[in-house]
């Protein structure tokens, strides 16, 4: 009977091991786990970083194109009455500077539009 118990013992001291060792191990796999999301975590939010501070760079290059355009149709604009001060023809005045007569025309008609820009083609 001895020999049994100490058997019965021993196997059961070897199940408790296996369940220590298991636990150990669950508890190394969930760090491991949990790096791996806080990883992902981190990535997530450096995607999004990244793409707010793009739509923000975008956003202040269409901003600074939009101030250059008007500055150089307002110098487009001067040019055109300054020549057409000259007393030359629309068409002249069109193939000096390489606009279309119509786009003359439409400089000459009025003092800007209505969307503020010059009405030049581009």
């Known amino acids: 009977m001895g ?3 100490n ?3 021993a196997a059961r001291a070897r199940t408790r091991d296996r369940r220590l060792a298991a636990g150990v191990k669950s508890g190394a796999r969930d760090d491991r786990v949990a790096v791996a999301v806080t990883d992902v975590q981190r990535a997530q939010a450096a995607i999004l970083t990244s793409r707010e501070q793009a739509a923000l760079a975008i956003a202040a290059a ?3 194109e939009r101030e250059k355009v008007a500055a150089a ?6 040019v055109v009455r300054e020549l057409s001060g000259e007393r030359l023809t629309i068409a002249q005045v069109a ?3 390489g606009i279309p007569p119509a786009d003359v ?3 000459l008609r009025g003092p800007s539009r209505a969307d503020g820009s010059s009405g030049i083609a581009r």
């Open 3 to 5: 020999k049994s118990t």
């Open 7 to 9: 058997s019965a013992v």
């Open 62 to 64: 269409r901003a600074l």
């Open 73 to 78: 149709e307002t110098i487009i604009t001067r």
């Open 95 to 97: 193939e000096l500077i």
């Open 105 to 107: 025309r439409r400089i």
